[in-house]
């Protein structure tokens, strides 16, 4: 068994180096079908611990500092945007060719550049639904059994004389085989009467019961008042698997993007935020409960950062698909100061956030108690 600290350390390294690897593979893989030449390919920044030279002259880096990454592409500033732009690329070898004419980022069209742009977040979302899928197809999915786990006082199943342990076969004629047929059976029917076929000590009773009649988003719904009991695993065949991964991501991807508005509405607080401290926090308790969980964790962990990639914030992804928008509505790129001052507030912001959530994990983690105990 590692010891806790190794063990959080490991598990973050290995999530995010898989989350950043996917993400900047689809910058990669995208410039390559655009024809754009790559000087290179990092996992992590700073000083590169490892790195090589492929045919194609992309140089493939390691490097010390594991907290993200990046695709360096010849050409990503325009000849006299920056003097450093125009200097040749130093392949490191005679064998590896150059860069040709009409392989620079910036002598693309704006479609090409935004489909390389938007390939990373776009990879993150794939990682999701291929990690997801795995699970349904390994693990399985839990699918709650039409069985009774509560009854709620004052409930329309109290009142029909439900009891725990019951299991609904069918609601009308119709038969039930999952939990959520029953919610689907009763939502339609407020204030209507339904019969239940119930199995009870192995046998079968009919019970009529009349769903309670709630509002819920506008919309009158009906209630039993049931919790659910009893479930089973599922595992799923390749195609459904797939099927309920992009379910699974989609219904995630509004979860986050519900979560982020409430945050700015202010329905919830911004305390809430984390970063890399509570990411490695969670990684290490997650990785305790097994394979299956942290691949979970690494699927959910994945829409994040497509989704954080594509804010339209000037440096991160979302920011450049901005640029290439108002290039395209003006037939003309925007001045190259107007996008330093947007790469410079971009970078201010993130790194004010970054601030932000770090005070947030280290809150969590009971420091700052720490501290006023020492001092006090």
Not at 92 to 105: C, D, I, L, Y
Request: with cysteine.
């Amino acid at each position: 068994m590692l010891p806790e600290t190794i063990r959080t350390v490991l598990s973050f390294v290995i999530v995010l180096g898989v989350l950043v690897f996917v993400h900047e593979m689809g910058h990669y893989l995208a410039a390559r079908i655009s024809g754009i030449y790559i000087e290179a390919f990092s996992i992590g920044f700073g000083k590169p611990l490892v790195k090589w030279r492929d045919r194609r002259g992309c140089e493939w880096r390691l490097c010390w500092l594991p907290l993200g990454g990046y695709v360096k592409m010849y050409g990503m500033e325009r000849p006299g945007d920056n003097p450093g732009a125009d200097q040749p690329v130093n392949t490191g070898s005679p064998s590896v060719q150059p860069p040709r004419p009409g392989m620079a980022f910036f002598e693309k069209s704006v479609g090409s550049r935004a489909f390389v742009v938007a390939a990373g977040p776009l990879a993150n979302a794939l990682l999701a639904i291929v990690l997801f899928a795995a699970l349904f197809m390994t693990a399985g999915r839990q699918i709650p059994l039409p069985v009774v786990g509560e009854v709620l006082p004052q409930s329309a199943a109290a009142e029909a004389g439900l009891q725990h342990d019951d299991r609904i076969v069918a609601i009308d004629g119709m038969q039930v085989s999952r939990f959520e047929d029953i919610q689907h059976s009763v939502v339609g029917h407020p204030n209507q009467r339904l019969v239940l076929s119930v199995e009870r000590g192995g046998k079968e009773i009919t019970i009529p019961v009349t769903p309670h009649a709630k509002v819920a988003d506008g919309l009158t719904i009906g209630v039993l008042g049931i919790g659910a009991g009893a479930v089973t695993v599922e595992r799923m065949a390749p195609g459904q698997a797939i099927v309920q991964g992009v379910a699974q991501t989609w219904t995630e991807t509004g979860n986050i993007l519900s979560g982020v508005w409430q945050m700015i509405t202010g329905q919830r607080s911004a305390k809430e935020l984390g970063g890399p401290l509570a990411i490695a926090r969670i990684s290490g308790q997650v990785a305790q409960l097994g394979i299956p969980s942290l691949i979970s964790l690494m699927a959910l962990l994945s829409i994040n950062l497509g989704l954080i990639n594509l804010f339209p914030i000037p440096i991160l992804d979302g920011g450049h698909l901005v640029f290439f928008l108002i290039e395209a509505i003006r037939g003309r790129p925007m001045s190259t100061h107007a996008q330093e001052y947007g790469l410079k507030a971009g970078f201010l912001l993130l790194a004010t956030l970054f601030v932000f959530v770090t005070w947030n994990d280290l809150a969590r983690m009971g420091l700052f108690r720490w501290f006023s105990h020492l001092i006090g």
